[in-house]
Nanobody, 123 residues
Framework: QLQLVESGGGLVQTGGSLRLSCVAS????????IGWFRQAPGQEREGVSC????????YYAESVKGRFTISRDNAKNTVYLQMNSLKPEDTAVYYC????????????????WGQGTQVTVSS
């Protein structure tokens, strides 16, 4: 059974940094594109970043480009999201998920969602 577990969230001040982890179990993560998504209160879940399985290509939402970096450590079966220069509008629950086919930022292209980790950025 494919399972993802996110961690690393917390409370940080504006301009601060956090690194989120997405650990996979039940499958070998390196064979799949993995995406990060977030959902703020009262808003729809949105794609943040994705990393491909083949060549490690990385994709970002415009709102996080230049501030967030996605990476993977295949030996640890883990994908990371390094978040720098955090803003209050980054406050959300962050989720990782497995892409059905290739890399994407579209919600419907993913499955096997984790339970999420809360990120709160204070102003």
């Amino acid at each position: 059974q494919l399972q993802l577990v996110e961690s690393g969230g917390g409370l940080v001040q504006t301009g601060g940094s956090l690194r989120l982890s997405c650990v996979a179990s039940g499958f070998t993560l390196r064979y799949y594109a993995i995406g990060w998504f977030r959902q703020a209160p009262g808003q729809e879940r949105e794609g943040v970043s994705c990393i491909s399985s083949s060549d490690g290509s990385k994709y970002y939402a415009e709102s996080v480009k230049g501030r967030f970096t996605i990476s993977r450590d295949n030996a640890k079966n883990t994908v990371y999201l390094q978040m720098n220069s955090l803003k209050p509008e980054d406050t959300a629950v962050y989720y990782c998920a497995v892409a059905r086919v290739g890399p994407s930022l579209a919600l419907g292209d993913f499955h096997s969602w984790g339970q999420g980790t809360q990120v709160t950025v204070s102003s």
